[in-house]
């Protein structure tokens, strides 16, 4: 279990001085990683056995993001092996141990070169199972069952690619977050969001985003026909 303090960021607030989602999502993928590195199964550590890690489902509940220069502590580790996936937990505490943002999310290793999954964990001796109380469940697959409407279209450039060489995770929420304006994250915070990772993205792909235009709000990512990534956000009315 990784324990971190952070503080929050002018370069992560929003006008209402609330940490913006990507920019915790940013957060959250950074101390995954630190807790990763430090028992020798990071992205550098793994990158050596051509392996990467890849996430493939998150669930978060926000009760309130924390304010600009506020103090966090974050916590994250992993749960139980669901054999070829690999539970994580995160969660943001405020100074009095509230729980401000909770999070649970799936993981799975790939080989680098075939981008298939890898079926048998080389490390599985270093993945130590813990828990926490008022975990989430872990998320679950998103059915798509209303209609979708277009609002964007774009290309994904040099800047939105990570060191997997596809689309970041944190890129995505971003993607999925401009389509709305300032006045509506300002007035309509999300309270809750489920998230399915199902395709790679790359650099230079076309990429098209569709909506059904309701609270809560279902959202797909495509590219060439594919549905690459599915959302499901709800929104404070």
């Known amino acids: 279990m990784t324990t971190e303090k952070i503080i929050i960021s002018s370069n992560d607030i929003d006008a209402n001085l609330n940490l913006k989602l990507a920019a915790f999502f940013r957060i959250m993928q950074?101390?995954?990683?630190?807790?990763?590195?430090?028992?020798?199964?990071?992205?550098?550590?793994?990158?050596?056995?051509?392996?990467?890690?890849v996430i493939t489902r998150v669930q978060v509940e926000i009760s309130r993001m924390p304010k600009y220069e506020e103090e966090v502590t974050c916590i994250t580790y992993p749960g139980a092996d669901l054999k070829m996936f690999y539970p994580r937990y995160f969660r943001m505490v405020d100074k009095d141990g509230n729980i401000l943002?909770?999070?649970?999310?799936?993981?799975?290793?790939?080989?680098?070169?075939?981008?298939?999954?890898i079926l048998k964990c080389p490390f599985q001796e270093k993945l130590y199972e813990e828990h926490l109380v008022d975990e989430l469940p872990l998320p679950s697959k998103i059915n798509v069952e209303d209609?979708?409407?277009?609002?964007?279209?774009?290309?994904i450039h040099y800047s939105e690619v990570d060191l997997n060489n596809h689309l970041n995770n944190t890129r995505y929420i971003e993607l999925i977050s401009d389509i709305h304006d300032s006045s509506f994250h300002l007035d309509h915070p999300t309270i809750s969001l489920e998230l399915n990772y199902l395709k790679e993205i790359h650099e230079n792909a076309h990429i098209s985003i569709y909506s059904n235009?309701?609270?809560?709000?279902?959202?797909?990512?495509?590219?060439?026909?594919?549905?690459n990534f599915i959302a499901r956000i709800t929104y404070k009315e």
């Open 30 to 53: 950074d101390v995954i990683m630190h807790d990763t590195n430090l028992v020798g199964i990071g992205a550098s550590d793994l990158r050596k056995q051509n392996i990467l890690w």
């Open 101 to 117: 943002v909770n999070l649970s999310s799936v993981w799975a290793i790939i080989d680098a070169t075939t981008r298939r999954p």
């Open 147 to 155: 209609e979708l409407n277009l609002k964007e279209e774009r290309k």
């Open 213 to 227: 235009d309701k609270n809560p709000e279902i959202l797909e990512v495509k590219s060439d026909e594919n549905v």
